[in-house]
T-cell receptor, first 113, second 112 residues
Framework: DAGVTQSPTHLIKTRGQQVTLRCSPKSGHDTVSWYQQALGQGPQFIFQ???????QRGNFPDRFSGHQFPNYSSELNVNALLLGDSALYLC????????????FGPGTRLTVT | DQQVKQNSPSLSVQEGRISILNCDYT??????FLWYKKYPAEGPTFLISISSIKDKNEDGRFTVFLNKSAKHLSLHIVPSQPGDSAVYFC???????????WGAGTKLIIKP
């Protein structure tokens, strides 16, 4: 049983560019959450998708958008990249109520130059 | 405004002894708390959780204690093993809120 997978593993982009990160949830999970983890900090909640809709959003600008597909996989899009967007982006999947155990992927390391 | 705080960036413990990791929170609406462990180059892995209706939850070598009046929780690992060396994150959620609020993490180092 594959766990949560994310692609790509690493990515280097230039300021102003756009990026798309991808996530496949653990089998049987229908909810996907995205987090941004800056160096030395805990993960910061970006948003959560359920039934192909954004269910809740953290304190992130509209440059951050997402999508969930019928097979529950998800994408995170970031437009007009800033240097401060450099971070580890984590995807987590779950199958239960809020706060239920979330399974995390290994993350995508995004570097903006 | 940090709603979940882990004030110790790192902790070093002798193998076989008890490791105690601490976490404080400020939001009284939090009613569910979780501990995650993270190894380098891997995503966080769920360890143990506790609901606000309890003050203790135990799972093998791991025990989480919750003191609601002090808005404090702690994770005890007994006995500590070399494989426990990792970064430990405390996270919290409120019933009406789907997002987890995370602390900055504590790096635990188990010395042989």
């Amino acid at each position: 049983d594959a766990g949560v997978t994310q692609s790509p593993t690493h990515l280097i982009k230039t300021r102003g560019q756009q990026v798309t990160l991808r996530c496949s949830p653990k089998s049987g999970h229908d909810t996907v959450s995205w987090y941004q983890q800056a160096l030395g900090q805990g993960p910061q909640f970006i948003f959560q998708y359920y039934e192909e809709e954004e269910r809740q959003r953290g304190n992130f600008p509209d440059r951050f958008s997402g999508h969930q597909f019928p097979n529950y996989s998800s994408e995170l899009n970031v437009n007009a990249l800033l240097l401060g967007d450099s971070a580890l982006y984590l995807c987590a999947s779950s199958a239960g109520p809020p706060g239920d155990e979330q399974y995390f992927g290994p993350g995508t390391r995004l570097t903006v130059t | 405004d940090q709603q979940v705080k882990q004030n110790s960036p790192s902790l070093s413990v002798q193998e076989g002894r008890i490791s105690i990791l601490n976490c404080d929170y400020t939001n009284s609406m939090f009613d569910y708390f979780l501990w995650y462990k993270k190894y380098p180059a891997e995503g966080p892995t769920f360890l143990i959780s506790i609901s606000s209706i309890k003050d203790k939850n135990e799972d093998g070598r791991f025990t989480v204690f919750l003191n609601k009046s002090a808005k404090h929780l702690s994770l005890h690992i007994v006995p500590s093993q070399p494989g426990d060396s990792a970064v430990y994150f405390c996270a919290a959620s409120a019933n009406s809120n789907y997002q987890l609020i995370w602390g900055a993490g504590t790096k635990l180092i188990i010395k042989p």
